[in-house]
């Protein structure tokens, strides 16, 4: 029985080359395919802190919220759909050390459609004295589904160039032995939050409200895009 066991694991391994093998051995072509796409955000995630330091004690973050949400409101936000707190902290702990005031802090995230929108809630928290604003995250709503096409965009390209070659040999490409994606997320997610264009001002916090011209603020498109690596049969 020992003999038995000990001649099947020595077998196998010799199957299994042979197999990886007799692929390797078959004529092939590897090409690259690559395909991209523009598209314009259509979500915007701002997000605001109110502390009462920034008012010097005059306000209460009670009071910044209230007012918040008024402007909100007056700009068309559905306040109770997109607007959310997300953290609330205070320096109580620092009061017995350094016997400071106690100061607190909320922070909300507010969700826009576009970079008018987004323009409005910069210039109107402004007016209010809320300055601490910035863009936390972009996106586009059907990324997903735009990435799933454009991933077939970079296989049509591939099998393209894969003919390219092979036609003036008189052959052709069969089934695709191998193929390899690569996304590079972390380029296709940088500069998203800095990918602002603003035209007639500096930047939204120095805008002139004097000025009767709103700025034009325009969000950078989200690039999406695929780069394949596939190996075919020559026929």
């Known amino acids: 029985m020992k003999t038995f066991f000990y001649f099947i694991f020595i077998i196998f391994p010799v199957l299994t080359f042979s197999q990886d093998k007799k692929t390797i051995d078959k004529p092939f072509i590897e090409v690259s395919?690559?395909?991209?796409?523009?598209?314009?955000?259509?979500?915007?995630?701002?997000?605001?802190?109110?502390?009462?330091k920034d008012s010097?004690?005059?306000?209460?973050?009670e009071d910044l919220e209230k007012a918040m949400i008024q402007k909100l409101q007056e700009i068309g936000i559905d306040v109770e759909n997109n607007l959310s707190m997300t953290d609330m902290s205070s320096n109580f702990q620092n009061y017995f050390l350094k016997q400071t005031d106690i100061l607190k802090a909320k922070s909300y995230s507010i969700l826009t459609t576009d970079a008018k929108?987004?323009?409005?809630?910069?210039?109107?928290?402004e007016k209010i004295d809320i300055s601490n604003v910035r863009i936390e995250k972009i996106e586009n709503s059907e990324e997903k589904k735009i990435q799933l096409l454009?991933?077939?965009?970079?296989?049509?390209s591939a099998k393209k160039i894969a003919?390219?070659?092979?036609?003036p040999l008189n052959q052709k490409i069969g089934n695709a032995l191998q193929i390899s994606n690569?996304?590079?997320?972390?380029?296709?997610l940088a500069g998203r939050v800095n990918g602002i264009q603003i035209?007639?001002?500096?930047?939204i916090r120095y805008y002139d409200q004097s000025e009767s011209k709103q700025p034009s603020v325009e969000f950078k498109k989200i690039k999406i895009s695929s780069t394949v690596q596939v190996r075919f049969l020559l026929e």
Request: no cysteine; hydrophobic share 40%.
């Open 33 to 52: 395919g690559q395909a991209d796409t523009l598209v314009m955000p259509n979500r915007i995630w701002i997000s605001v802190i109110l502390t009462e």
């Open 56 to 61: 010097k004690g005059k306000k209460s973050v």
């Open 117 to 125: 929108t987004t323009s409005k809630v910069f210039i109107e928290l």
């Open 150 to 156: 454009i991933n077939g965009k970079a296989m049509e």
């Open 163 to 167: 003919e390219s070659f092979v036609k």
């Open 182 to 188: 690569f996304e590079d997320i972390s380029n296709q």
């Open 199 to 203: 035209r007639g001002a500096k930047s």
